[in-house]
């Protein structure tokens, strides 16, 4: 089946601009987390969603990303009035259920530029 | 704090080579651990896992892992590199609820 989709692929932005990143998740799976990775760094925890519980939102930098996800499918994450060091590339990922024996799936990411 | 590192950030090998890539981490309890490949332009791969039992664990591509608990390590390890290989490796460490912690990851540059 299909895997992790995020869109769009890249986005170039002006400072001060809100962007909106999309992550479709696999298909039955109940766990969605978002990674950013910054030009050679790891992948950086901002948020994840399980279900209908109450997202773990203890990764996101500051009170200018926010991210929702509807139901056990699509979810967004909004970065309002970017800054140069938002330039990143945001990676999705998903897995069957949340927990240590399901590991997650990635998507490509989407790579944003902020100018 | 719980935490993945990878110490070396950028290998070379040769093709044909053994190749051996270190994470360590730190945990409060028994971590379940994982080796992703990220290759130019892709997502990241799952190439194997651990979660419990046998300690040496095979993956996709020929990698192996070996889980060492006296020494909080997960060193990744392959006989003989292909230039296909060359990518970046990122070792991550089961987190409380599912989440998971990366290294900064290991740039691997095979020469032929």
């Known amino acids: 089946g299909a895997g992790v989709s995020q869109s769009p692929s890249n986005k170039v932005t002006e400072k001060g601009k809100d962007v909106e990143l999309r992550c479709d998740p696999i298909s039955g799976h109940t766990a969605l987390y978002w990674y950013r990775q910054r030009l050679g760094q790891g992948l950086e925890f901002l948020i994840y969603?399980?279900?209908?519980?109450?997202?773990?939102k203890s990764g996101l930098p500051s009170d200018r990303f926010s991210a929702e996800r509807t139901g056990e499918s699509v979810s967004t994450l909004t970065i309002q009035r970017t800054q140069q060091e938002d330039s990143a590339v945001y990676l999705c990922a998903s897995s069957l259920e949340q927990g240590r024996n399901s590991p997650l799936h990635f998507g490509n990411g989407t790579r944003l530029t902020v100018t | 704090a719980q935490s993945v590192t990878q110490p070396d950030i950028h290998i070379t090998v040769s093709e044909g080579a053994s190749l051996e890539l270190r994470c360590n981490y730190s945990?409060?309890?028994?971590?379940?651990l994982f080796w992703y490949v990220q290759s130019p332009g892709q997502g990241l791969q799952l190439l194997l896992k651990?979660?419990?039992?046998?300690?040496l664990v095979q993956g996709i591509k020929g990698f192996e892992a070996e889980f060492k608990r006296s020494q909080s390590s997960f060193n990744l390890r392959k006989p003989s590199v292909h230039w296909s290989d060359a990518a970046e490796y990122f070792c991550?460490?089961?987190?409380?609820?599912?989440?998971?912690?990366f290294g900064k990851g290991t740039k691997l540059s095979v020469k032929p």
């Open positions: 991550a460490a089961g987190g409380s609820q599912g989440n998971l912690i």
């Open positions: 945990y409060g309890a028994t971590p379940y």
């Open positions: 969603f399980q279900g209908n519980s109450a997202p773990d």
């Open positions: 651990y979660f419990s039992g046998d300690t």
